[in-house]
């Protein structure tokens, strides 16, 4: 990683947690996360494998951005929701192969901030990172 360069002083850093119980799931989320982000964003991933591991990560770090699968074992998407917004203002986005209109509002109750269903496409994950972007952009 090239620091000091007047060209990634202009770029946004931004740190994100991928959780979800499946490794293929968590690579290739953060796989698209870095081709998506492109040149906007100095993107550092880091990765859970349950919803107790991402909350002791939250605990140690400020993410920007949380993806967070629902069905996990042990503790699921929900309730590790519930106590990362209880630790930090970090923005949740929940992702599910759950797609009933009940299941969203459960997601949005529990405190996420967005609700996408598996497997995430391009654009919802493009809108994601924008406002994250825009949200970073303006308090720079």
């Known amino acids: ?60 770090t400020p993410y920007d951005l949380v993806f967070l699968d629902v069905v996990m074992p042990g503790m699921g998407g929900h309730e590790a929701c519930r106590r990362i917004k209880g630790i930090r203002k970090t923005r949740v986005a929940m992702l599910s192969s759950l797609k009933s209109q009940g299941d969203h509002k459960e997601g949005h109750i529990a405190g996420c901030d967005n609700y996408l269903t598996k497997p995430p496409q391009d654009g919802d994950l493009q809108a994601v990172l924008r406002i994250m972007y825009l949200r970073k952009s303006i308090s720079a």
């Open 1 to 60: 990683v090239a620091t000091g360069s007047s060209r990634s002083s202009h770029r946004v850093q931004m740190r994100v947690l991928v959780v979800d119980d499946s490794l293929a799931v968590r690579q290739y989320m953060s796989t698209k996360l870095r081709q998506l982000a492109g040149d906007s964003f100095d993107i550092e991933i880091d990765q859970a494998a349950s919803g107790e591991e991402a909350v002791s990560k939250v605990e140690a």
